[in-house]
């Protein structure tokens, strides 16, 4: 929830800028609703790609306050967040109702990016891959090989995003490897070595190289760090190639 409408075009102004040369790392803002026609203008032919923050799985209806994946699809995005940690901790958002919006992104073209982890007081009591599995099997539910294969998964440590702490590129591989194994074992080694997982919490320049150096870490999901024009464009040039990530 930050940036008006001037804000917001300023920053998406300033990235277009500062990234238009960058080829090989895929590029995707997801603004706030209130700006997503404004910003689909600014980024419109460039190599920025547009995303929702969350969406409801229905198409229409009496749903106050919430926004549809068609009305998504109408404002130029390509992609939505759905499961943030923000989304399951202050609204109660469940792993069925993020299934539901998975399948709504799905069916209409959204690639859905779908957030999984866990708190400090999980991660303290080691029920890391009690949580993950739980999250990543049951949020992503019934999904065929061809819909999973068409989903991003991030994870992200609640107890990393806004903090300043950041898991070590060690404890975020070893997750990353973790969800990669659960793949492997519900579809196929084929699905799991081709998903894209990201890791999300207090990314930051200095450290996103380091990150995405690991084998199973594929990119990030940049919080507070997106809202500063050369702070993300950092991250995005700082980005490890090793798989043309």
Known sequence: MNKTTTEAIELANGLTRELYKIEDVQIVVCPPFTVLEEISEVIYESNIKLGGQNM??????????????????????????????ERR????????TVNKKVRAALKHN??????VGETLQEREANKTFDVIKDHVYNSLIDLSEEEIQ???IAYEPVW??????TATPEQA?????????????RYSKEVAENIVIQYGGSVKPENIRELTSKKDIDGALVGGASLDVKTFADIVRNTSLKKGA
Request: aromatic share 10%; charged share 20%.
């Open 56 to 85: 409801h799985w229905q198409d229409s209806g009496a749903f106050t306050g919430e926004i549809s994946a068609p009305m998504l699809k109408d404002m130029g995005c390509e992609f939505v967040i759905l499961g943030h940690s």
């Open 89 to 96: 901790q202050f609204f109660f958002e469940t792993n069925e």
């Open 110 to 115: 959204l690639t859905p990016i779908v957030c």
């Open 150 to 152: 068409k989903t991003i």
């Open 160 to 165: 990393a995003i806004g903090t300043g702490k």
């Open 173 to 185: 591989q070893e997750v990353h490897q973790y969800i990669r194994e659960l793949l492997e074992k």
